[in-house]
């Protein structure tokens, strides 16, 4: 089982300058590998289908790929001492990052989704390093230590459990200081663990009225962090706007302009953490709809769906959920809204209309409420009741059905 845990660093003046330097020289070393990458598409492809007789063939060379460009870093030590200064995972990892950007923008994700041609980094577009390798016992009471950068301090608010191993630990950039991912693993737990029966289940569906609501007809209100917080990052904003480009009075405003957003984020967390734990302490299934997050993100809508958070949310759900060995089904959201969850006939209406009248049965409610009985019901499979539904598929993962 694979976790993460954050902490807070506090650096002193000298790490924070170390630091700092060695982002900015891994900053060059992307870049630079970058580049190669790109000498070698442009010098190997030819953007038209035919050639004239006589043209110049320029020479061709060996595609640079992560175990090419992995094996320049003994002569970059040699050339560049002070490169020296930084663990080889450290490098190594700046080398995987070049060649993971690259190949999302020739091949494509699994998906086949291809990204956009890589940027080079600008000075503080480059934010984090990642250690992967550490001694047998790296943290000591609020210390950590970082291969080849020292002892650190840290916030340690949550104590590690016991037969956890840190795999790496990622030191990031943000505006408010530095953090420090630990990734843990725990070979111990399995992550699939069986339940004789599930009570209790509820279906949930998100929404921009209310951020969801459940199918026993109670609901959770939306925060709206990011539209509460508007009038105050505009005046922020209207700050930066008004400043000189490369003053130091600019840097402050930014700075102070990357807290404030950082708090809205930080603020829809915890909310949506909370919000879950709710969930999972009083029920063992949560069924949910399988959104298309990124369709309606670019609606009308755009604004109020990222303002909910509904990615980062159903994500929480569902590591939770696995975490602690229970269920989370995602269902197909076709016609959810339109079929009455008690007879099963369509009755259609349209958005504006927010309540659910079935002629067919005379059966009335809220059309929220309506929807999340639906989801529940393709998620076991039978019509809302108290009784209890026996699983006998693995529990843990997002749109696994179980079996009656």
């Known amino acids: 089982m694979r976790v993460a845990y954050q902490y807070k660093l506090r650096l002193t003046k000298s790490q924070v300058i170390n630091i700092e330097r060695w982002l900015d020289m891994l900053r060059c070393q992307y870049n630079y590998l970058l580049a190669d990458r790109f000498d070698w598409y442009e010098r190997n492809r030819c953007s038209i289908n035919a050639c004239p ?3 110049h063939l320029p020479e061709l060379r060996t595609n640079p790929d992560y175990y090419s460009q992995k094996r320049t870093l003994p002569n970059l030590k ?3 001492p002070w490169y020296k200064d930084i663990h080889a995972n450290v490098l190594q990892d700046c080398v995987k990052r070049v060649d993971l950007a690259f190949k999302r923008y020739l091949k494509g994700d699994y998906k086949g989704n291809r990204s956009g041609k890589p940027r080079f980094k600008a000075k503080e577009r480059y934010r984090s390093l990642t250690f992967s390798a550490f001694s047998k016992n790296p943290i000591k009471g609020n210390w950590l230590n970082l291969p080849k950068f020292g002892w650190v301090k840290m916030i340690y608010h949550r104590p590690i459990p016991d037969g956890f191993k840190i795999k790496t630990a990622i030191v990031t950039r943000k505006a408010d200081g530095y953090y420090v991912t630990l990734s843990l693993q725990d070979d111990s737990v399995t992550t699939v663990i069986l339940s004789e029966e ?5 279906g949930i569906d998100m929404g921009l ?3 969801l609501i459940k199918s026993d007809g109670t609901d959770i209100p939306i ?3 990011y539209r509460k917080a508007q009038k105050r990052l505009k005046k922020i904003q209207k700050a930066v706007s008004r400043s000189k480009k490369g003053s130091n009075n600019r840097k402050k405003v930014v700075s102070k302009l990357g807290k404030a957003h950082k708090k809205v984020t930080d ?7 909370k919000t879950v734990k709710g969930l999972l302490d009083n029920h063992d299934l949560v069924a949910h709809e399988k959104l298309n997050i990124k369709g309606l993100a670019k609606t009308k809508m755009a604004k109020s769906v990222l303002d909910a958070g509904w990615g980062q949310f159903l994500s929480i759900l569902s590591t939770k959920a696995e975490n602690a060995g229970l269920i989370t089904v995602g269902v197909n959201p076709r016609n959810t809204s339109q079929n009455c969850s008690n007879c099963g006939k369509k009755v259609p209406k349209k958005l504006k209309d927010r309540t659910h009248y079935c002629p067919h049965c005379g059966y009335v409610a809220d059309r929220d409420v309506n929807a999340a009985r639906n989801i529940l019901k393709l998620a076991v499979g039978h019509p809302v009741c108290n009784k209890a539904y026996r699983v006998s598929e ?3 993962g997002v749109g696994k059905k179980p079996t009656l």
């Open 267 to 273: 603020t829809r967390k915890d909310f949506h953490f």
């Open 78 to 80: 040699k050339n560049k």
């Open 53 to 55: 007789i006589v043209c």
């Open 223 to 225: 925060p709206q962090y």
């Open 209 to 211: 009225k209310s951020f």
């Open 198 to 202: 599930v009570s209790n289940p509820v």
């Open 394 to 396: 693995p529990i843990g």
